[in-house]
């Protein structure tokens, strides 16, 4: 009974101390202006490092397939002519994801996330999860864990492959590990994990 009545006054009175001379007001809590900025500001930074390690990656695997290229010519001994009609700056390490059965579905390239054919390019065609033609989309032929046109199907068969601008394949994009033409380069096989568990 004391209690409430002892809540009543301190209502009645504004609410506590404040009325009583010789009380110090309590601690304000920060404003929630203040909170909403700090936890914006985190959010960006924790994306900027998101897009940092995922930007890194990427090059890793551009560089360990690009590796795997060279040492692939170098086994055959063929090294690719330069052409007249070819601009002197196009990259002669051109990547090309392909798939379906026969390999007849462009899926983009393995290329600068800024190409809007990149596989990369997460707002592209070949690099959204949402898109028919990428191995991002979980329900789309190439990305799913059950089609047998799958990179992130354990079982499938007929995975998407990688050629490079002479045509030629550097292996199959998949996570199967029973596939001998499997790309099992390090950096290729965890970005290829991250994209399947994404």
């Not at 090294?79 to 899926?107: I, N, T």
């Not at 990179?151 to 029973?178: E, F, Q, R, W």
Request: glycine residues 8%; charged residues 25%.
């Amino acid at each position: 009974m004391q209690t409430g009545i002892a809540r009543v006054l301190l209502m009645t009175l504004g609410g506590g101390c404040f009325a009583f001379a010789g009380c110090s007001p309590p601690e304000t809590a920060a404003a929630p202006h203040q909170v909403d900025a700090q936890r914006d500001g985190q959010s960006e930074r924790d994306q900027r490092e998101l897009a940092r390690r995922r930007l890194q990656l990427e090059n890793q695997v551009l560089a360990e397939l690009r590796k795997l290229r060279q040492s692939r010519q170098a086994s055959t001994g063929a090294a690719e002519p330069a052409r007249e009609d070819e601009p002197v700056s196009a990259p002669d390490y051109e990547l090309q994801v392909f798939g379906g059965a026969s390999h007849e579905v462009f899926l983009g390239c393995l290329c600068d996330e800024q190409r809007p054919d990149s596989v990369f390019n997460l707002a592209g065609e070949h690099g959204s999860d949402m898109s028919a033609d990428s191995i991002r989309n979980k329900f789309a032929p190439y990305g799913s864990d059950s089609d047998d046109t799958s990179a992130c199907n354990p079982a499938a068969t007929h995975p998407p492959v990688v050629v490079a601008s002479d045509g030629k394949s550097l292996g199959l994009l998949s996570i199967n590990p029973a596939l001998k033409r499997r790309i099992t380069a390090p950096s290729v096989a965890d970005w290829l994990a991250r994209v399947c568990a994404g």
